[in-house]
């Protein structure tokens, strides 16, 4: 039998070993409310991190399609990258894969003499955090780039009538020189 054989015959247990070890890294009360509660209306971060849990090990086995892995992959780390954690925390959850399935197979593994397998399970595990560290950091700067452009809507008009800006927000904000005499904070 082959690794992934048997962490396809035992998939539910794997992704639910896997949830456990996510939800454990946030406070217990979330964590419990995000496990028992089943409606993705009334518990959305917790139902799109099971689907995407059940996908991620589907997608580890197989190995083939970046974009269908990325598609998977991407709501769990953007819902990760807009919460209060830092950028390891929010990724630590693709390493929990390698301690369930040693956790649940390392017998298995040792009789079968698997480690190959293991060792090639192991580098597509690096290669998902890789590609989640890229969807990271998109997501970071999308949030940043919001964030920016919240701050120079609710601040232009303050910015005009102080005669801080001048014809533009692109002035203030790129450094380019306004039309005309170049004098910032002239109207």
Not at 26 to 31: G, S
Not at 34 to 45: A, E, Q, T, Y
Not at 134 to 156: C, G, N, P, Q, S
């Amino acid at each position: 039998m082959t690794l992934a054989q048997l962490i396809r015959d035992e998939k539910t247990t794997v992704v639910e070993r896997w949830l456990d070890m996510v939800l454990a890294t946030y406070p217990p009360q979330t964590a419990k409310m995000w496990k028992v509660n089943s409606d993705p209306f009334g518990n959305p971060v917790g139902q799109t991190t099971l689907r995407a849990l059940g996908e991620l090990t589907d997608h580890l086995l197989a190995w083939e399609d970046a974009a269908a892995i990325c598609a998977s992959l991407e709501p769990l780390v953007k819902i990760r990258a807009v919460q209060d954690f830092s950028p390891s925390k929010a990724l630590s959850f693709v390493f929990f894969f390698k301690k369930v399935v040693r956790s649940l197979f390392a017998k298995a593994i040792a009789r079968e003499r698997l480690d190959a397998e293991l060792a090639e399970l192991d580098s597509r595990v690096e290669n998902l955090a890789l590609l989640a560290m890229d969807i990271y950091v998109k997501a970071r700067e999308d949030l940043y780039r919001m964030r920016l452009d919240e701050f120079k809507r609710t601040h232009r008009m303050l910015f005009r009538k102080t005669g801080i800006m001048c014809e533009t927000t692109d002035v203030l904000l790129t450094g380019a020189e306004p039309a005309g005499n170049g004098a910032v904070g002239t109207e």
